[in-house]
Structure formats: structure tokens, C-alpha cells
């Protein structure tokens, strides 16, 4: 298996040269490695290359994880996340990607012994395996999270269809930075909603052409 810190400068290199293709600056991305098939040794390694935002997706292994590695990175929960099990996980994670309904927002507002930042997670190719709600939805979900206030939206996120080609998902990630500057011209106090999570191992270069803040790299990285 090859050594994080070669597929990290690989990763930072491509991330480079995306950025200097739209005259982005490349402090602007933050890379999450997400972890979820990979030992607490192999993620160590990863800290230890430099990384410091790790992603998990389901509660067993981002506390198995937690409970070694503490607060000497910034934990991202980015797999769906169900309202029995927040309480399990709440305080210990800094970013949650997967808001997408109401009984969920209540659950972390009611758990939360602070505000959360979340991304609000958006269906935007359609597809019927994937979690999020409809583009159409977005605004109005927004404006009903007001009422909580250990809720902060930070920004939103998409899963794009795995393609042979990139290129065919652009238009996904165009579609959900059209929705975020929609959103972020409403000026909502609870909602800067500035960042984009979005891209994953297979398109990141194009998500980052498109906007992306936040890239969540698993196989590329960690393996």
C-alpha cells in the first residue's frame, strides 16, 4: 500500500492545479480524509502526513477512532445519520454533512450542548440510493431550521453519480453552487451557508473547478 504522504502531495498537486485552472486559491479547499475502511493505525499515519480533517460515516467507527485520536483533528460525520444514534456522537464531531430533515435538526438541536455547524445534504442528481432532499426543497428547509438554535448551516453537500468520466458531473456540482449563492443571498442569520462539500476520489479536480470547498478523498489517500 502505498504511503499517505505520497498520495497526499499527489492529491494537493491535482488540488493545485484545479485551483490555478478557475484562479482559486488552493488555502481556500479543505481536504477531509475519509477513514471509514481504514485501520486507526493506517489513520494515524494520515495525521502524521499532515492531515487534520478526518470524515467517518457510521457512529462504531468514527468512536472507535475518536476515542484513540481525541481532538488532534477536526471530525467530519458525512454518512447518513439517524436520530436514535446522535446522541452518541453530538459532542465529539465538529462538522455534520447529512442534515436533511426536520426530525434529525430537532434531534441535534435537543442533544447539542453547542451550535453544530451542518451542511445540508441535496439529492442533486435524483438518484433514488441517495440521501438528501430535492434541490426544490432547499430554501424552504433552510428557513425552517431557524427555530433551532444549536443548528448552524454552514453550507451544503452533494454525492454526484460514480461516472467513468468526471465530466459528465459537472453539472451536478454547477447545480449546487447555483443553490448555495441562492441561499447565501438571503443573508440568513442562522445560515452563512458559505462552503460546498462536494467531490469525492473519482472528481474532486472538477468539483474544485466548480466550487467546492470541502472534498471528502477516501480511496485516492487513505486507501
Known amino acids: ?48 502526513a499532515g492531515i487534520n480533517n478526518l470524515g467517518e460515516n457510521r457512529n462504531e467507527g468514527f468512536l472507535e477512532k475518536y476515542n484513540e485520536i481525541q481532538n488532534q483533528v477536526q471530525w467530519h460525520f458525512i454518512g447518513s445519520l439517524q436520530s436514535r444514534k446522535v446522541k452518541d456522537i453530538i459532542n465529539q464531531v465538529d462538522f455534520i454533512h447529512s442534515l436533511d430533515r426536520l426530525s434529525l435538526a430537532k434531534e441535534i438541536n435537543k442533544r447539542a450542548a453547542h451550535p453544530v455547524n451542518c451542511f445540508i445534504q441535496v439529492n442533486v442528481s435524483g438518484e433514488e440510493s441517495k440521501h438528501g432532499i430535492s434541490p426544490e426543497e432547499v430554501i424552504t428547509f433552510i428557513e425552517q431550521l431557524s427555530i433551532y438554535e444549536n443548528i448552524k448551516v454552514v453550507g451544503l453537500m452533494t454525492m454526484a453519480p460514480h461516472v467513468d468520466d468526471p465530466e459528465n458531473v459537472r453539472p451536478v456540482f454547477k447545480k449546487l453552487k447555483n443553490l448555495r449563492d441562492d441561499v447565501t443571498k438571503k443573508s440568513l442569520p442562522h445560515a452563512p451557508c458559505k462552503w460546498l462539500s462536494m467531490g469525492m476520489s473519482n472528481d474532486y479536480h472538477i468539483a474544485i473547478e466548480e466550487g467546492a470547498t470541502h472534498v471528502r478523498i477516501g480511496s485516492k489517500l487513505v486507501g
Open 1 to 48: 500500500m502505498v504511503d499517505v504522504a505520497t498520495n497526499l502531495s499527489n492529491i494537493e498537486e491535482n488540488i493545485r492545479q484545479a485551483c490555478e485552472n478557475v484562479n482559486r486559491d488552493p488555502e481556500d479547499i479543505h481536504l477531509i480524509a475519509v477513514t471509514k475502511y481504514v485501520t486507526i493505525e493506517r489513520t494515524k499515519e494520515a495525521i502524521n
